[in-house]
């Protein structure tokens, strides 16, 4: 069983940093891209960046693009989420997830997702 473990979420202030990591247990065809989504209350899910391995390519999506920065580590089979210039309105529960694909921008059922972590909540105070 796949296993996708997200940490590194908390409070911040306005205009401050954090950094997220995220493990995944096993590396396969199927967890050949991977990807940071967020979640508010009351609001759906969506989509921040992601990547495959081993890929230049990164995506970003239009609300953290210039502040948020993807990167990954192929030998720990960790990818981190490094985030700045923080505003309250990036307060979510933010979720890694892997998957053999990553259907963005068109979007699409979990966005080719497979296997998701648990979240860890980004806290954002004015």
């Known amino acids: 069983q796949v296993q996708v473990v997200e940490s590194g979420g908390g409070l911040v202030q306005a205009g401050g940093s954090l950094r997220l990591s995220c493990t995944v247990s096993?590396?396969?065809?199927?967890?050949?891209?991977m990807g940071w989504f967020r979640q508010a209350p009351g609001k759906e899910r969506e989509f921040v960046a992601g990547?495959?391995?081993?890929?230049?390519?990164?995506y970003y999506g239009e609300s953290v693009k210039g502040r948020f920065t993807f990167s990954s580590d192929n030998v720990k089979n960790t990818v981190h989420l490094q985030l700045a210039s923080l505003k309250p309105e990036d307060t979510a529960v933010y979720y890694c997830?892997?998957?053999?694909?990553?259907?963005?921008?068109?979007?699409?059922?979990?966005?080719?997702?497979?296997?998701w972590g648990k979240g860890t909540l980004v806290t954002v105070s004015s």
């Open positions: 997830a892997s998957g053999p694909r990553l259907t963005y921008p068109q979007g699409g059922p979990n966005y080719g997702m497979i296997y």
């Open positions: 096993t590396r396969t065809l199927f967890t050949n891209h």
């Open positions: 990547s495959q391995w081993s890929d230049i390519n990164t």
